[in-house]
């Protein structure tokens, strides 16, 4: 079940990212709905409808370095569930990644 991480909707959602530091990249993941990306838009970084979330999408955020978020907690907001493949690959995908 995926419902919105601030109010519960679950319509309307999107995979968010909230950067833990204003204008840095790495952020939080986390599905909003529309109410709560228009309440939240300046803190947002990226935003992707659920609905063309794919697990390659999902992982590509770790790739890029755009989220550092546990991939076991991403994994179950985004899909409603904990897929153990694609925790260890985004878990891998953190491990390379360059930090400066
Ligand atoms: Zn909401």
Redesign the pocket.
């Known amino acids: 079940m995926v419902n ?1 991480s ?4 679950r319509e309307g959602l999107s995979l968010v990212t909230i950067p833990y530091q204003e204008a840095a990249g790495a952020g939080r993941i986390l599905v ?2 529309r ?2 990306q228009v309440d939240m838009a300046g803190q947002l970084g990226e935003t992707i409808p659920l609905g063309k979330v794919s697990p390659g999408v999902f992982l590509d955020l770790y790739r890029t370095g755009k989220t550092t978020s546990d991939p076991f907690t991403a994994c179950e907001l985004v899909f409603g569930s904990v897929k153990p493949d694609l925790v260890r690959e985004a878990q891998t995908l953190m491990n390379h990644i360059d930090r400066q």
């Open positions: 919105c601030r109010c519960g909707n909003y709905c109410t709560c």
